[in-house]
C-alpha cells in the first residue's frame, strides 16, 4: 500500500484544531497518508455491526462505530505503529464452542485473537496475531473499552494498549495508553509522520506540546525520536489518569482475570506461587455477598467479562450454589460469547476432565484450593 499521496499533505488539524476534535478531522489527513486506489479493501459494515452485537450481546459503541466506517472509506490503511484492521467477529460462524475454541488456541499461542479482549471487555483496533505488518520493537495492540462508555458515562473513554513482549505471568501487559479516542489518533498521525519526514522539527514540536498531557508512551513508541537536540523518553508525555478505584475499568477487568487465564492456560509447574504473589489480587476478587450476587445475575448476562470472570471463578473456587444460579441465567443470553462460557463451565461443573494441554481441569482446580492461602 502506497503511504502518502502525491499532493501536498495538509496538516492545519494537527496544528491548528483542538486534540479532542481531532476524531472529527482524522479523516481528512488520513486519506493523505495512503492510496486507496492500491487497496481496494472494503467490508459490508453493517454485516460486521449486526454480528458484533450477536458476539457480544450489545451494540457497539457509537465513537467505535465511526472510526470503523472512516477506516472502511479508507480501506484500513497501515499506518507506523498501527495496522488497521476491521472489529473481529468471524469466530462466529464457527459451529464450535467459541469460548472453548479461543481458550484451547491461548494454550499453544498467547495471546491470540478475541482471548484478550473478552476478558478484558474491550475491542483490539488492530489484528493481535497473524500480523504482518509487526515491527519487532512494537508488539502491542490498541484496546478500545466498551463498557466504560456506557458504566463510566463516557463518550470518549481511553484507549489501552496490551504489550505483546509481557505475555507471561511476571508482566500485567495492559495499561493506559492514551486520555480518549481523539488523543489516540493524534499521536498516531504525528508519528506517522515523523517516521516518514513527512513533518518539520518546528511542526513536530508544535503538535508535541498539545498532545504531551493526553498520552503515556512506551519507550519503543518514540524510540530514536529526537526533538530540540535530544531524545524523547516516555517522561516527556505526561498523561496521568484517574487512579481512583473502578476509574480505569478495562484494567480491572484484566487484572481480576490473570489467575484465571493462568489456570486455563495450564502450562506452569509454579504458577499457584505465581498467582499467590502477583496475579490474585484481594480487592479484585471481593466476596460473594447476597448483594452482589443479586446483581450478578441481572446483567451477567449482558457483560461479556464479568460473565466470564464469575462463572470461571466460582467453577475453580468451588462456589457452586451461585455457579449454578449463574450458568442458568446465562444459558440465555444474547452474547454467543456469554452463552458458549454458560455452556462449557456447565461441562466442567459435572466432571469434564480432559481440556486441551489440561490433563484434567478438575485437578486443576483442586490443587488451586489446597494451594492459595486466602
Known sequence: MGLFNKNKLNIQALLQEPVEEFKTKFKDIAHQLSDNSKNPYKINMDKVLEEFELLWGVSIPQELKNLENILNDLGFPLLRYWETNYIQTDILHSTENIVEKVLLQAQIEFPTD?????FSGSISLDTIVNSSSRWSDTNFSFQYPIYEATILQKESPQIYLYNHNQP???????????????????????????????????NYLTCFEK???NVTLPYSFINYTRINNRYLSSY???????TARGSNLTLDYFQRCRWIIELLKGNHDNYFWSIQNNMYKKYLNPELDT???????????????????????CFFKGENNELKEYIQACKDSPSR????????????SKGKEFFGEIDNIQHVKRDFNQNMKW
Open 291 to 313: 448483594e452482589r450476587h443479586r446483581n450478578n445475575l441481572e446483567h451477567l448476562p449482558t457483560h461479556v467479562p464479568d460473565a466470564l470472570y464469575y462463572l470461571f471463578r
Open 236 to 242: 516527556d508525555f505526561r498523561y496521568r489518569p484517574d
Open 337 to 348: 460469547i456469554i452463552r458458549d462460557a454458560a455452556l462449557l463451565v456447565n461441562d466442567f
Open 211 to 213: 498532545i504531551k498531557n
Open 168 to 202: 507471561d505471568m511476571w508482566g500485567n501487559g495492559f495499561e493506559i495508553f492514551s486520555k480518549d479516542l481523539s488523543s489516540f489518533l493524534y499521536i498516531i498521525t504525528m508519528q506517522h509522520l515523523r517516521h516518514h519526514k513527512k513533518i518539520s522539527d518546528k
Open 114 to 118: 478475541y482471548h484478550i479482549d473478552w
